[in-house]
């Protein structure tokens, strides 16, 4: 009989708050009525989209992808009620942020990029959007249609901000839609998104790779930073004579900082400029714009200045005769004449107003500013800053002190803090009742509480308190979930009270002289005269085990560790372990070994050889018959406890493997590794059955709950994981095949992106440097998901064509039967039961409405040219009959277009074609009829509204011409 397995599934990501590739964005959320749920920062860790409420510093939702599919979040960008994050392959999904059914929805899904995404802007009626990534391509989506319309080409490294400018031209009377990109090439980019074309390159005059730039609208400039500490101002501007976009770097001024420019930010509304660079310096700009005599006196003093500076250079003057060249003349009716015709010195416009550092002991990431009102000021900016610790600081900065200088912003909130490691998290341990959890890093040890609830499959965990102690290398939590032990780095074991939060004992005397590795305990030790106790096991780099019991002290009446044996080995002592009977010990050393000792005698049983390098941990089954052990040679070993023999070496994973467990009761067990994966074996079969791929990190640790129902993980990315059992069954041929299968699509989907880009990189033989300069082309991307949606559309056609054939020979035969007069009538063929009583038109239509929206043209990429002259057939009904007609149109215009000459080519496709386009017009003029009628209601309502209650509307308003 074949073994079936329960399957896990992810319940949750926790203490992950803040990543090290994502910006944070401040946005609102709203009810379906319209009211405020509350204010949040939305902030990106890993795969997941993080919601903390401003308020009350919890997080209330979170977004991600259970199997981590699209990579790391790397791009938010909130516009009114539209969230976008760009993910590390390229897909971008956006939210609505209007809350239905008390969850924030996905509303589309676009995968256009061949990497990372780096930068997302909306545009200004928010009904299209741009995306910039490190594939250097810009790529332009309609999302009314659901649709990337085309993709933009002209940089040569990656894209690293976009923003939109418009323009009224005065020839046409339309307002132009400018889309400005920067790139680390150093090139700003103007592109006219109607006509999908590069109207102007701008830099200066040593190419600077633009870090990241704000456009300031009223002024029509454009600030930009780069790696160092100057602030480049560049004008746009349209041409007089032609009305064509034109930009000159116009001048610039220099920053506090002298570090690498990370972020900037102009707010209209404020008329603020914020940046912060990577030396922790954060800056607010004033942006001057309607004080016109306050810019004129500052452009007469800047003229003097100048003029001054020019005259001793001219005259070379020393310092005894400065004080006779201080009055210099200026024409000043020249600048007033420069600055009502724009040609003046820009920088006038701009005031510092304030910088400083912000405190903290790690690199600053992002940074999000928002004005609001506090009880002790009216006009304060909120400043967000996170940081590469996992934490966001909340500042305050009253913009109405009169001391700009000397005023600090003061820190209101820590987001972050009790939850969040600022380091990798290195170990994780359940307590025995799975009350509780632990998880140790270098910076602190956090305690968690766990609500699992197995009938209703929730599984909550709740972090309750945050333990101060660095250097923490080994965890375990003592039986009653009453104190947490814990190993230093210097040696120390320290006991900590979880209820009152404090230290109750601190070994000081008997402590190990170098790092604690590890920390064992047995409930009911065989020792005579230690049955009954807790004896707990430490082992340390400085060669030496040491077992101590807890006793409660006669003076002060607390609970501290006391020394019971000590034993040294021949080497590092890398991991301890006691048997589950309590008749042994295990320990593992730096030269590979691993020793099997009694442990009332302390007295050697077996010595265990085999691997190749050190062993980093080990586990013990609950029948006390199986030992497995992982090492830094990527091997798992199964041992019997009995002899000492090895059962099975299985290569496991790629590379050092860091922990492994046995789940309780059973002889299935789970390791992971630096490769980031999770895996979970058979010991009796030495079969592998599931792997955990979805980190971003080394995985340090993992932890099982005492019956297998829950197991979490630690890893290097800050995050903690937590899997949850299932009723689903799984068998291990079935998995198997699914991982082959994910292998494979992974396979498939680099080869598109090879070919594709072979295609778009074509060889011109009549240009100089023989590669065609495309500006614009179709945005495509073929994936493994449009893999999945072609391969049903195909199966799809096939049991249609062939259910088409057989009805086709059905009618054939019948009308040779009438003929002849025969009464032997062949029987009506039967439809297939996968057409579920639906006929062919409907199958088809099916699987083509199962696919995405944004990926119809990408799913029909995969279709051939018979595939598709066959699908052709059943859009011709569909358009026909007016079924489903946005979706068969699309279709129709997609192959029409891509098979354009082979169609023509063709005599029996033709009335096809026709039948097509007749129809598609005729229904086109409907439309156009039903929108006009529905424009002249409006048109007419409103003046309703407008006009005086006893006026009245004639009958000439419906015949009015409308326009869209």
Request: proline letters at 2%.
């Amino acid at each position: 009989m074949v073994k079936a397995y329960l399957k896990y599934v992810q319940a949750d990501v926790i203490g992950g708050l803040v990543g090290n590739q994502c910006n944070i964005e401040y946005c609102s959320v709203q009810y379906e009525d319209g009211t405020v749920k509350g204010f949040y920062l939305v902030s990106g860790c890993n795969e997941v989209i993080v919601f903390t409420n401003i308020n009350t510093g919890e997080v209330d939702f979170k977004l991600y992808d259970p199997e981590a599919i699209n990579g790391q979040v790397r791009a938010l960008k909130v516009s009114k009620n539209l969230l976008a994050a760009g993910f590390n392959d390229g897909t971008i999904k956006i939210y609505d942020l209007a809350l239905e059914e008390y969850e924030i929805k996905e509303v589309h899904k676009y995968s256009f990029h061949r990497s990372a995404i780096t930068c997302i802007t909306f545009f200004d009626d928010n009904t299209r959007m741009a995306s910039g990534s490190q594939d250097t391509y810009i790529v332009i989506y309609d999302l009314i249609s659901d649709i990337a319309q085309f993709k933009l080409m002209g940089h040569n490294e990656q894209i690293t901000q976009l923003q939109n400018l418009n323009f009224n031209n005065a020839s046409t009377g339309h307002q132009q839609q400018i889309l400005i990109s920067s790139s680390k090439d150093g090139m700003l980019k103007f592109w006219d998104i109607d006509q999908q074309s590069c109207l102007l390159n701008a830099s200066d005059q040593y190419l600077s790779p633009i870090e990241d730039f704000a456009v300031i609208p009223e002024l029509k400039l454009i600030i930009a930073g780069s790696q160092d500490n100057q602030l480049r101002l560049f004008r746009v501007f349209l041409e007089q004579d032609t009305q064509q976009v034109s930009c000159k770097l116009v001048g610039g001024f220099k920053k506090d900082s002298g570090s690498k420019l990370l972020e900037i930010h102009y707010s209209q509304l404020d008329r603020l400029i914020t940046l912060i660079s990577s030396d922790n310096i954060f800056e607010i700009i004033k942006v001057n714009i309607d004080k016109k005599d306050s810019l004129i006196k500052k452009l007469l003093r800047l003229s003097k200045r100048k003029a001054l500076k020019r005259k001793q250079r001219e005259e070379d003057l020393d310092q005894e005769v400065e004080n006779e060249v201080k009055e210099v003349i200026i024409d000043k009716d020249q600048i007033l004449s420069d600055f009502e015709s724009g040609n003046y010195d820009v920088s006038v416009h701009f005031s510092k107003q304030l910088a400083f550092e912000m405190d903290s002991q790690t690199k600053i990431k992002s940074i999000s500013t928002q004005k609001i009102k506090t009880k002790s000021a009216l006009n304060t900016l909120a400043i967000f800053a996170a940081f590469h610790s996992n934490q966001i600081q909340w500042l305050n900065y009253d913009l109405d002190s009169e001391k700009k200088d000397k005023v600090i912003p003061k820190t209101q909130k820590i987001f972050g803090e009790l939850e969040s490691h600022k380091l990798a998290i290195r170990s994780v341990q359940i307590s025995e009742n799975d009350g509780i959890m632990a998880t140790a890093s270098f910076d602190s040890v956090k305690v968690w509480q766990i609500d699992f609830n197995s009938q209703q499959e929730s599984l909550k965990m709740r972090c309750s308190q945050s333990i101060d102690q660095q250097n923490v290398t080994a965890i375990m939590i003592i039986p009653g979930n009453k104190y947490v032990l814990m190993g230093t780095k210097d040696g120390s074991l320290i006991l900590h009270d979880i209820q009152s939060n404090d230290v109750v004992f601190e070994e000081v005397k008997n402590k190990h002289n170098k790092e604690i590795w590890e920390l064992a305990m047995h409930t009911n030790p065989q020792i005579p005269d230690a049955k009954g106790k807790l004896m707990i096991a430490s082992c340390s780099s400085d060669k030496t085990i040491k077992f101590w019991t807890l006793v409660q002290s006669t003076t002060t009446m607390k609970v501290k560790l006391q020394l019971y044996q000590k034993i040294e080995s021949t080497d590092e002592v890398m991991g301890v372990k006691f048997s589950p009977d309590g008749k042994y010990f295990v320990f593992s050393l730096l030269d590979q070994t691993m020793k099997i000792c009694y442990l009332d005698s302390m007295k050697l049983s077996l010595n265990l050889y085999g691997h190749k390098l050190p062993i980093l941990s080990f586990d013990i089954s609950s029948d006390n018959n199986l030992l497995v052990s992982c090492s830094a040679d990527k091997n798992i070993k199964i041992w019997g406890m009995d002899f000492g023999d090895i059962h099975k070496s299985i290569f496991a994973h790629q590379d050092s493997i860091t922990c492994v467990r046995f789940i309780k009761e059973t002889h299935y067990f789970m390791s992971c590794s630096k490769d980031r994966e999770v895996k979970f074996f058979d010991a009796d079969t030495y079969d592998e059955v599931f792997v955990f791929d979805n980190f971003f990190g080394e995985v340090w640790g993992l932890a099982c709950s005492s019956i297998g129902d829950f197991f979490v993980t630690v890893c290097a990315d800050k995050c903690i994981r937590v899997w949850r059992q299932t009723q689903e069954q799984v068998f291990i041929d079935e998995e198997r095949e699914r991982r082959e299968e994910k292998a494979m699509l992974k396979d498939a989907e680099k080869e598109y992106q090879e070919i594709d880009l072979a295609k778009q990189n074509q060889l011109d033989p009549f240009s100089k440097d023989k590669i065609m300069k495309i500006e614009t082309i179709a945005a495509f991307k073929k994936t493994s998901e449009n893999l999945r949606y072609g391969e049903d559309l195909m199966e799809a056609l096939e049991m249609a064509e062939q259910f088409k054939e057989e009805i086709e020979q059905y009618e054939m035969q019948l009308e040779e039967c009438e003929k002849s007069k025969s009464k032997n009538r062949p029987p009506k063929p039967k439809a297939s039961p996968m057409f579920n009583n639906r006929n062919i038109f409907q199958h088809v239509l099916i699987h083509l409405k199962a696919i995405r929206t944004s990926e119809i043209e990408n799913t029909l990429r995969f279709l051939n040219y018979k595939q598709c002259t066959q699908l052709l057939y059943y859009l011709e009904h569909l358009i026909r009959n007016n079924i489903d007609l946005d979706l068969a149109t699309r279709c129709a215009l997609y192959i029409l277009e891509a098979y354009q000459p082979q169609i023509q080519m063709t005599t029996e496709l033709i009335p096809l074609v026709k039948s097509i386009s007749q129809n598609m017009r005729s229904h086109y003029k409907q439309m156009r009829d039903i929108i006009g009628m529905n424009v002249s209601a409006l048109k007419i309502l409103e003046k309703e509204v407008t006009q005086a209650a006893n006026q009245q509307i004639s009958f000439k308003d419906f015949n009015q011409p409308f326009s869209f």
